[in-house]
């Protein structure tokens, strides 16, 4: 196998063949410009097919993560400080408290809407009453 790589010249010297004179010159581009784009692409194995990864696009998918996760925290923060006007007192609390409070917070509000949703009821009922009895 490695006598295949390798060429007998002259005073019994091993060379490699791709050191040896009498290479073919287009299949020496032709190899140099295969590794020139194999360098700039990763193939990465994904599953069970391979997929060419190229480093420039790489780059450019990273710098948009980074610009989409600086977009991510904004987009936190905004939230944050809209439920801190909300809740009361919310500013008063760190973002753990926050949120503990905000569900608090949307609890007391369902049983205040049933509390309503029943005096509306009872006072609905009171009116037909009033109607029925001329009043």
Do not use: C
């Amino acid at each position: 196998m490695e006598e295949e790589n390798m060429e007998t010249q002259s005073n019994n010297k091993i060379i490699p063949t791709f050191l040896s004179q009498n290479t073919n010159t287009t299949h020496d581009v032709q190899k140099s410009l295969h590794v020139f784009r194999r360098s700039r692409k990763r193939w990465t194995k994904h599953g069970d097919r391979v997929i060419v990864v190229d480093e420039k696009e790489k780059e450019k998918e990273e710098n948009e993560d980074e610009m989409n996760g600086e977009d991510d925290r904004e987009e936190i923060e905004r939230k944050i400080n809209a439920l801190q006007r909300i809740v009361p007192n919310g500013e008063a609390y760190g973002v753990d408290k926050l949120f503990d409070e905000t569900a608090s917070y949307i609890v007391a509000l369902q049983y205040q809407v049933k509390a309503l949703k029943a005096l509306t009821g009872f006072f609905q009922k009171l009116e037909k009453e009033k109607t029925k009895l001329g009043g």
